[in-house]
């Protein structure tokens, strides 16, 4: 008798295939990974899941360089901007973004308190200060400044009004220094 139409050896034997497509994928990983002059070109432009863990170090390297110069230009141009026109409407975020970089990617704490505190003194109406407090906090934090911290926490609960989100925030940080 002859197979049903759409039934065959490969159709019935899909497993079989299915392990020697992964088995030849795995002598080729392998093999990769176990010959030095196939690691060395792949990490050349990029990191190898297979090997090259110094030439993935570097290239990590280079990434984070390039990360810290783009954050540096951004920084420059903000604060250009910022200084074309210190009145404009978007200058408040303007500052603020150059306090984060140079906070998160720079941990210059130093200059983001006073970015942080330009920021509040020039424009303490803004809508977005709610969340310069706690990066101002956080800065005191980072450099051991108790009394910066209390002084923000003070200023906090006389900046929003009692019982707001911010205000309890300011206390309960207040309160375990």
């Known amino acids: 008798m002859s197979e049903p139409l759409g039934r065959g050896p490969l159709r019935d034997n899909w497993w079989l295939i299915a392990i ?28 190898s899941l297979f090997g090259g863990s110094a030439a993935t170090a570097d290239w990590e390297q280079a990434q984070a360089e390039r990360s810290r110069e783009a954050a540096r230009n951004t920084i420059t141009e903000y604060e ?9 409407e978007d200058a408040p975020a303007y500052l603020f973004s150059v306090g984060n970089l140079q906070r998160q990617r720079f941990q210059n ?6 970015i942080y505190e330009l920021l509040l003194t020039e424009h303490p109406d803004w809508e977005g200060t709610h969340r ?10 980072q450099i051991g400044d108790r ?3 209390q002084w923000v926490c003070d200023l906090m609960m006389r900046t929003f009004p009692e019982g707001s ?4 925030f300011a206390q309960e940080k207040r309160n375990s220094l």
């Open 165 to 168: 989100e911010e205000y309890l």
């Open 20 to 47: 020697v497509v992964l088995c030849v994928i795995g002598a080729a990983a392998f093999h990769f990974r176990s010959d030095p002059e196939l690691v060395e070109d792949a990490a050349a432009g990029q990191p």
């Open 147 to 149: 009394r910066g911290m």
């Open 80 to 88: 250009r901007i910022y200084a074309e026109n210190p009145r404009a």
């Open 132 to 141: 310069v407090f706690p990066q101002l906090i956080s800065c005191y934090e």
């Open 109 to 114: 704490y130093a200059e983001a308190i006073r």
